[in-house]
């Protein structure tokens, strides 16, 4: 069974730093693309950043440049540096993982930023 386990978020001020980490588990094929979304209260579920297997990345043009993605295969760990927050980053983000065309989600996790 797929699990994603998310961890890092919490309380920042703007203009901080928080890295967010996502330890993926129990599949037998490994993990292809894996990446990370946002959800702010009332508003859809936003793509921030997306990463291969290979280690090309893809960042949303709204973080780019304050967000960089990245993966530890040997982990089965994909990461998210966010620096130069700002309160609208404020939301839940949640990890996602690609298996065999399957889609899988973390439970999510909240990141706040005050200002």
């Known amino acids: 069974q797929v699990q994603l386990v998310e961890s890092g978020g919490g309380l920042v001020q703007a203009g901080g730093s928080l890295m967010l980490s996502c330890a993926a588990s129990?599949?037998?094929?490994?993990?292809?693309?894996m990446g990370w979304y946002r959800q702010a209260t009332g508003k859809q579920r936003d793509l921030v950043a997306t990463v291969t297997r290979g280690g090309t990345t893809s960042i949303a043009e709204s973080v780019k440049g304050r967000f960089t993605i990245s993966r530890d295969n040997a982990k089965n760990t994909v990461y998210l540096q966010m620096n130069s927050l700002k309160p609208e980053d404020t939301a839940v983000y949640y990890c996602?993982?690609?298996?065999?065309?399957?889609?899988?989600w973390g439970k999510g996790i909240l990141v706040t930023v005050s200002s």
């Open positions: 996602n993982a690609v298996v065999r065309d399957v889609y899988y």
């Open positions: 129990g599949s037998a094929f490994g993990f292809g693309v």
